[in-house]
């Protein structure tokens, strides 16, 4: 049966910092023991002369990603490696080229004061690359940036900060050759608008082409045989939360809680007063917990086990496990915040989780306060057994990274009630990325922000840690009046993980 309630929508975008993709292979070496060296990098192409004046004019807002209209490439690009997959959001294409000295011009259609760039260089942890940036307000005159050279470490976006520098086109130069299969996943320009407005990313999403029904169950419209899910309900009498099991959801378990929406949507309703999972949390939740093991109940649902997955960075383990690394996305909308409760829970729950053991490599929030028509994203990283590590994926600027943000005043960007957004989390290596889009997920990006768990010296890169995502509605709210709840509805939940 389904069951009605009004549906709020909500979305949010954010700050960027650095995103990531793409994989590679290496050819085989006579001892497969030995680490593969780290190519040379090319010459540093020599940077044009000095011309151009920059646009002049300062910024009233905070820095954000800009959308980027258009590329365009001063080279003969390889048969489907053209340069508009520079700037498509998508971190699975690629722009190369059979130049020595290739180079491309962002066109960012507005000036704008430029503090950093983004870049995911296509097989990054194979081959250091040296590039100039150049800088133009007419296309014509460009004038010299920097002279910058990526770690050849890795896959993900590396981030460049810059001295500010006012344009609106962006050039980039560097050595690539056809042989090296070299080249750019995606760029992005962080930066603000010398006038004070920003171009908005446009947003293509159709609920319609998701082809959800109304009227099954969710288990009908979703694959949620790799899911199980933390029921706020206690039927069994034992204190805590039931746990729906993977077998129940693929077969149409649906409650109160837990339906499908009118259009379609897999709602989840999370009460704030209601049983929990356990003596040791402090909140409710609705809430997908994910299980590998698709109702095979002769595997454990926990420990390193074919149920569960090992962080990128983890030793190598010998048993079947679930994978190594993995990447969620979803498409969703914010229904409603709680109203109500201490000031500092006002408006906050998770939405989307990496979970350990027992800490949790993140955590993804969304908060809108009651009083603000925006709201905004941000994650928590805790720390193995440890402190956590705040950051903002899409709002307003935030510097501080021990405490959770909680703005006052509305916020200057994010998503409100109603609106569509997805959300990635991508795990390799040992980065967690995660990037947040303005609709579905073939829109545009407008949101980045990781975290390098060997930077803050996380702790989870040891034996016998093992993972597992979780999705829904996870309240951070118990002060609030009694009737008070969050709710979300998911229009798209997808899962993978690579092979160990």
Same mark, same amino acid.
Request: with cysteine.
């Given at each position: 049966?389904?069951?009605?309630?009004?549906?709020?929508?909500?979305?949010?975008?954010?700050?960027?910092?650095?995103?990531?993709?793409?994989?590679?292979?290496?050819?085989?070496?006579?001892?497969?023991?030995?680490?593969?060296?780290?190519?040379?990098?090319?010459?540093?192409?020599?940077?044009?002369?000095?011309?151009?004046?920059?646009?002049?004019?300062?910024?009233?807002?905070?820095?954000?990603?800009?959308?980027?209209?258009?590329?365009?490439?001063?080279?003969?690009?390889?048969?489907?490696?053209?340069?508009?997959?520079?700037?498509?959001?998508? /971190?699975?294409?690629?722009?190369?080229?059979?130049?020595?000295?290739?180079?491309?011009?962002?066109?960012?259609?507005?000036?704008?004061?430029?503090?950093?760039?983004?870049?995911?260089?296509?097989?990054?942890? %194979?081959?250091?690359?040296?590039?100039?940036?150049?800088?133009?307000?007419?296309?014509?005159?460009?004038?010299?940036?920097?002279?910058?050279?990526?770690?050849?470490?890795?896959?993900?976006?590396?981030?460049?900060?810059?001295?500010?520098?006012?344009?609106?086109?962006?050039? /980039?130069?560097?050595?690539?050759?056809?042989?090296?299969?070299?080249?750019?996943?995606?760029?992005?320009?962080?930066?603000?608008? /010398?006038?004070?407005?920003?171009?908005?990313?446009?947003?293509?999403?159709?609920?319609?082409?998701?082809?959800?029904?109304?009227?099954?169950?969710?288990?009908?419209?979703?694959?949620?045989?790799?899911?199980?899910?933390?029921?706020?309900?206690?039927?069994?009498?034992?204190?805590?939360?039931?746990?729906?099991?993977?077998?129940? /959801?693929?077969?149409?378990?649906?409650?109160?809680?837990?339906?499908?929406?009118?259009?379609?949507?897999?709602?989840?309703?999370?009460?704030?007063?209601?049983?929990?999972?356990?003596?040791?949390?402090?909140?409710?939740?609705?809430?997908?917990?994910?299980?590998?093991?698709?109702?095979?109940?002769?595997?454990?649902?926990?420990?390193?086990?074919?149920?569960?997955?090992?962080?990128?960075?983890?030793?190598?383990?010998?048993?079947?496990?679930?994978?190594?690394?993995?990447?969620?996305?979803?498409?969703?909308?914010?229904?409603?915040?709680?109203?109500?409760?201490?000031?500092?829970?006002?408006?906050?729950?998770?939405?989307?989780?990496?979970?350990?053991?027992?800490?949790?490599?993140?955590?993804?929030?969304?908060?809108?306060?009651?009083?603000?028509?925006?709201?905004?994203?941000?994650?928590?990283?805790?720390?193995?057994?440890?402190?956590?590590?705040?950051?903002?994926?899409?709002?307003?600027?935030?510097?501080?990274?021990?405490?959770?943000?909680?703005?006052?005043?509305?916020?200057?960007?994010?998503?409100?009630?109603?609106?569509?957004?997805?959300?990635?989390?991508?795990?390799?290596?040992?980065?967690?990325?995660?990037?947040?889009?303005?609709?579905?997920?073939?829109?545009?990006?407008?949101?980045?922000?990781?975290?390098?768990?060997?930077?803050?010296?996380?702790?989870?890169?040891? %034996?016998?840690?093992?993972?597992?995502?979780?999705?829904?509605?996870?309240?951070?709210?118990?002060?609030?009046?009694?009737?008070?709840?969050?709710?979300?509805?998911?229009?798209?939940?997808?899962?993978?993980?690579?092979?160990?």
């Amino acid at each position: 049966m389904k069951f009605n309630r009004k549906l709020i929508f909500c979305l949010s975008i954010s700050t960027l910092v650095g995103c990531g993709g793409g994989s590679s292979s290496q050819a085989p070496t006579a001892n497969s023991n030995l680490p593969t060296p780290i190519p040379t990098p090319a010459p540093t192409p020599a940077p044009p002369t000095t011309v151009g004046t920059p646009p002049s004019g300062s910024c009233s807002t905070n820095s954000q990603l800009i959308y980027i209209l258009s590329v365009l490439s001063d080279n003969v690009t390889l048969e489907a490696s053209g340069a508009d997959n520079i700037a498509d959001h998508d /971190l699975n294409t690629a722009w190369t080229s059979d130049e020595a000295n290739a180079s491309f011009t962002l066109d960012l259609s507005e000036n704008y004061k430029v503090d950093s760039i983004r870049i995911a260089w296509r097989n990054g942890e %194979q081959t250091q690359h040296n590039f100039t940036l150049t800088g133009s307000a007419d296309n014509t005159g460009f004038y010299d940036i920097a002279t910058l050279q990526s770690t050849g470490s890795i896959n993900l976006p590396e981030v460049y900060d810059i001295d500010d520098t006012n344009l609106r086109y962006l050039k /980039l130069e560097t050595n690539f050759t056809s042989a090296t299969n070299a080249g750019i996943s995606e760029v992005f320009v962080i930066g603000c608008p /010398l006038d004070g407005t920003a171009v908005e990313a446009p947003s293509n999403f159709s609920l319609s082409a998701l082809n959800l029904n109304p009227d099954v169950p969710p288990g009908e419209n979703f694959d949620l045989l790799t899911w199980g899910l933390d029921n706020p309900q206690d039927n069994d009498n034992n204190g805590r939360s039931d746990r729906v099991s993977e077998r129940d /959801l693929d077969n149409g378990f649906e409650n109160e809680f837990f339906y499908t929406g009118d259009d379609g949507g897999m709602v989840f309703n999370a009460p704030i007063y209601a049983p929990k999972t356990s003596t040791n949390t402090s909140y409710a939740r609705t809430e997908l917990r994910e299980m590998l093991r698709r109702g095979n109940t002769s595997i454990s649902t926990q420990g390193q086990n074919e149920n569960n997955w090992v962080l990128g960075y983890q030793p190598e383990v010998t048993q079947p496990i679930g994978g190594r690394g993995g990447h969620l996305s979803a498409t969703m909308a914010v229904n409603y915040v709680a109203r109500t409760g201490e000031n500092f829970q006002l408006g906050r729950f998770i939405i989307g989780q990496i979970h350990a053991g027992d800490d949790e490599p993140i955590r993804l929030y969304y908060r809108k306060r009651p009083e603000h028509k925006t709201g905004y994203i941000y994650f928590a990283h805790e720390i193995n057994g440890g402190d956590e590590i705040l950051k903002m994926v899409y709002g307003p600027e935030y510097g501080d990274f021990s405490n959770q943000p909680n703005f006052t005043s509305e916020p200057s960007v994010g998503f409100g009630l109603d609106e569509v957004f997805s959300y990635e989390i991508i795990q390799e290596g040992a980065r967690i990325d995660v990037l947040i889009r303005k609709g579905g997920l073939s829109d545009p990006i407008v949101g980045h922000q990781f975290i390098d768990m060997n930077e803050v010296n996380s702790g989870y890169d040891v %034996q016998d840690e093992w993972m597992y995502f979780k999705a829904g509605a996870y309240t951070g709210n118990n002060s609030g009046n009694p009737d008070e709840y969050f709710q979300a509805t998911f229009y798209q939940l997808i899962n993978t993980h690579p092979a160990n």
